[in-house]
């Protein structure tokens, strides 16, 4: 049995819960069809399903992965240690960030920092811009601020969700060197705005938001779909509500052979725990998420990587993430 603590009782995920949310995890838009035949249910038992466990904050929100690069953006990570702040001020810091219009990430923390965010900017002069708003209105309460650029991020399934202990492989990423650059119009933005709230958002939604008809919504998404707009979907699950620690980890590289990084990256894919990593430049090269349940199980995961990386891994910290309060990479429309 599957558990999963909620804030009175530990709630009981049967094999059936577990399937769903790793073919959700594969595929956050797969129709109630596919997900109940999938996992062998009708389809009113999958949509109550769906609906009881958002309901239980198992499911937190779900995101289309826009490729922000091609999008025009480029996406840097505040990693924030803050000091004497009281939970009314650290509250004001996180509601100021979640109503910023280009805020893309923002989650609570434990251990090395407190809170981390994600702003997209455009170049590294208006991200300067961003970050001095922040310190004249927050910057009496940063003991430390770490800066991460995402040259890559990938995402991984969850395969630990139904055992398994081999990876599936998955390249759902996105970068900061685009290939080429995309021009959308308003009607794009206003439904990449609406899938980056909800993954899940039907036709009509979508027809709505853009003020078309649900045929000419569809073939939109698809077009965002198919010139690389949109990569794919992931979901959120809610931590701490979900039985599983989720850990972040710093890893600082001394060697950049690219033979042992592609090995990384693979190991990294092949793990049923981790679903998420950064290439990134500065303080580390390297971040790991992982969801394990313990910390027993953290130190195995980097007691494997120790062992078969220590040529290129020079060190690693980690933080534990209990709350992501947002993950939205199109908040708005760009100015």
């Known amino acids: 049995m599957f558990y999963v603590k909620s804030k009175n009782m530990a709630l009981k995920l049967d094999l059936k819960d ?26 009113q038992v999958a949509l109550y399903r769906i609906n009881s466990l958002c309901r239980q904050g198992v499911i937190s929100t779900s995101f289309a992965i826009t490729d922000a690069a091609k999008l025009g953006f480029t996406l840097r990570k505040a990693f924030v240690k803050l000091q004497n702040a009281s939970e009314e001020e650290e509250r004001a810091l996180i509601s100021w960030l979640l109503e910023n219009k280009e805020t893309v990430w923002v989650a609570s ?21 961003k970050l001095w708003e922040i310190d004249n209105r927050f910057g009496h309460l940063f003991l430390q601020r770490d800066i991460a650029p995402i040259v890559r991020g990938q995402y991984f399934y969850r395969d630990y969700l139904v ?24 009607q794009d933005w206003k439904m990449l705005i609406e899938l980056g709230k ?16 649900p045929d000419a919504a569809r073939k939109r998404l698809k077009r965002l779909e198919s010139n690389g707009a949109i990569n794919g979907y992931a979901l959120v699950l809610g931590n701490p509500s979900i039985g599983q620690l989720h850990y972040k980890v710093f890893v600082r590289l001394k060697s950049t052979k690219l033979r042992r990084y592609k090995q990384l990256v693979g190991f990294c894919r092949e793990h049923p725990n981790i679903f998420y990593i950064v290439k990134t430049f ?54």
């Open 282 to 335: 500065g303080v580390w090269e390297f971040e790991i998420d992982m969801e394990v349940p313990d910390s027993q199980a953290f130190r195995s995961v980097m007691r494997q990587l120790k062992s078969r990386f220590s040529d290129i891994m020079r060190d690693y910290s980690h933080i534990s993430i209990y709350k992501i309060h947002k993950y939205n990479f199109t908040p708005s429309v760009p100015d």
């Open 109 to 129: 923390c434990e251990g090395q920092y407190d809170l981390a965010f994600s702003l997209r900017a455009k170049n590294i002069e208006e991200y300067t811009g």
């Open 198 to 213: 909800n993954a899940r958002a039907p036709i009509t939604a979508l027809a709505k938001a853009t003020g078309t008809s």
């Open 163 to 186: 055992g398994n202990q081999a990876g599936t492989d998955r390249e759902l990423s996105f970068g900061s060197d685009p290939k080429q650059s995309l021009e959308l119009d308003l």
């Open 18 to 43: 577990r399937k769903l949310l790793y073919e959700l995890d594969r595929n956050p838009r797969a129709t109630i069809s596919t997900l109940a035949r999938r996992v062998g249910v009708s389809k």
